[in-house]
């Protein structure tokens, strides 16, 4: 299992981006997905998550400003992030795990166990 984040970049206060996450060695359309990030000095935390049934979960810094989702014939999860705010400003991760989770541990770092490298997001004030 390999994931590969990319669409990262510096964004002014108010702008998008839209991460991917390819997948590599399994069909996500299988495995319970999400996106995390972490800000230095700051404990990785979860954004956005992506049930095997299509149910999504975002954490409430994010709602109605991120969108999760996948395409299964490309093998690739998306993060649409809009409204971007300067807090936004982290090492963003996907992660892929095929154990079902509950919806508290959909957000939980510790319950995923394949990760990507990381994509950097800048957010400018």
């Known amino acids: 299992v390999q994931l590969v984040e990319s669409g990262g970049g510096s964004v002014q206060a108010g702008g998008s981006l839209r991460l991917h996450c390819a997948a590599y060695?399994?069909?996500?359309?299988?495995?319970?997905m999400g996106w995390f990030r972490q800000a230095p000095g700051k404990e990785r935390e979860g954004v956005a998550a992506?049930?095997?049934?299509?149910?999504?979960t975002y954490a409430d810094s994010v709602k109605g400003r991120f969108t999760i989702s996948k395409d299964m014939a490309k093998n690739i999860l998306y993060l649409q992030m809009n409204s971007l705010k300067p807090e936004d400003t982290a090492m963003y991760y996907c992660?892929?795990?095929?154990?079902?989770?509950?919806?508290?541990?959909?957000?939980?770092?510790?319950?995923?166990?394949?990760w990507g490298q990381g994509t950097q997001v800048t957010v400018s004030s």
């Open positions: 060695g399994y069909g996500i359309s299988w495995y319970w």
């Open positions: 992660a892929a795990d095929p154990n079902r989770k509950t919806s508290i541990q959909v957000l939980g770092a510790g319950y995923y166990n394949y």
């Open positions: 992506l049930d095997i049934d299509g149910s999504t």
